[in-house]
């Protein structure tokens, strides 16, 4: 395969080497919108059957408040109904960067994950999840979710991480059910607006038919060394998605919103496996949801935003950091944000470096996002 190199030698170009190349329009095979469920009102469960067009990938938005009770919602998979049944379901959860609990059929686990803190209709919860939903094979996900906790910068954010399998081969998962009710004290109910959105992708292009959940907001390639990378103004949506990738010696990629450096930020962080209290960084001026700071030779950081103007704002981050070429040991940070800005929306992102080098040349920032 021949390649063809740019000015100095490099792969990566400007945005007006890219311009002048060959472009090509791509396959639309990315995630399409299978079901949504908005509440008008106040629920104690919500459900979901897109069995009718379920996909070989799933990812799952989910945004909540509780109206009232206590109890800790649970998520429940199913073909063409929600399948409640002890003996499929197995996951691994962190809470707060905690030490992991795992539940599996001898726990009597009938969910893949549950999670639930705090009261009150204006304060979101934010999850997503992904997962494998082949005919024939296990179906195994993650999800990380964000709660704002109490308000202002000052309190860092609540987060779960969890990893699950749902053991069951003979058929895909069609039908998602959030539970308030987990068999404990008094039922959770969902206040109103909560909503689940799912998503889907098929493997095969041909299978992918519609149109893109995910629509391209803004995105910035540097050209010259600098320290923060900007997406520049989009139009505001309610989720975002977010991934960059950075190069330079001596950086720490963070991240803004709005070019806002005042300390409106409070990030609850685990840093290759670190646990307790020393990982939250409250009233800060950037999202310190860095793994690195040495001579790296790559950087890449993937968020999830829930974006309301009236509400703090919750992101969840995944970073990845190779402070070596070859053989070095990659180094991770998995973090929840909150930008406490209660009156303006994400209009725009930027990947900040707070550290003494530089973010190199070909470093850069692409935002996704839907209403």
Known sequence: MAVKYLAGNRLTGTDAERLAMTTYSATQNSWKLLDREKLDGTATAIDLDFSSDTKQNIMVLIAWARDSGAEDPLLQLGGTSVDTSTSNYA????????????????????????????????????????????????????????????????????????????????????????????????????????????????????????????????????????????????????????????????TEATFRFNNIATATYATRRNNDGSTGSGNNHINQN???????????????????????????KICMTTQIANEATGSGKPRRATSTTKWVETTNPITSVQIFNTSTGDFAIGSRIRVWGHD
């Not at 296990?138 to 990380?144: A, H, P």
């Not at 690195?292 to 703090?312: H, I, M, P, W």
Request: proline share 1%; hydrophobic share 30%.
């Open 91 to 250: 996951n691994r959860s962190n809470h707060n960067n905690g030490s992991d609990f795992t539940a599996d059929s001898g726990d009597s686990c009938n969910w893949i994950f549950k999670w639930g803190t705090g009261n009150g209709s204006t304060i979101r919860n934010f999850q997503v999840i992904t997962f494998s939903n082949h005919a024939d094979h296990i179906k195994l996900g993650e999800s990380i979710s964000g709660f704002a906790g109490a308000t202002g910068a000052g309190n860092a954010p609540n987060t779960l991480q969890n990893t699950f399998a749902y053991n069951k081969t003979d058929g895909q998962v069609g039908y998602i059910k959030y539970q308030g009710d987990s068999g404990g004290g008094a039922d959770t109910t969902f206040s109103d607006e909560s909503e689940i959105v799912v998503l889907g992708c098929d493997d095969s292009t041909s299978a992918s038919a519609g149109d893109n959940f995910w629509e391209e907001l803004g995105q910035k390639t540097l050209d010259e060394v600098g320290d923060t990378i900007d997406s520049g103004t989009f139009t505001t949506k309610k989720y975002l998605w977010f991934e960059a990738w950075t190069e330079g010696d001596n």
């Open 286 to 312: 950037q999202a310190k949801c860095n793994a690195s700071g040495d001579a790296l030779a790559g950087t890449y950081t993937s968020g999830f935003v829930y974006n309301v103007a009236d509400q703090e």
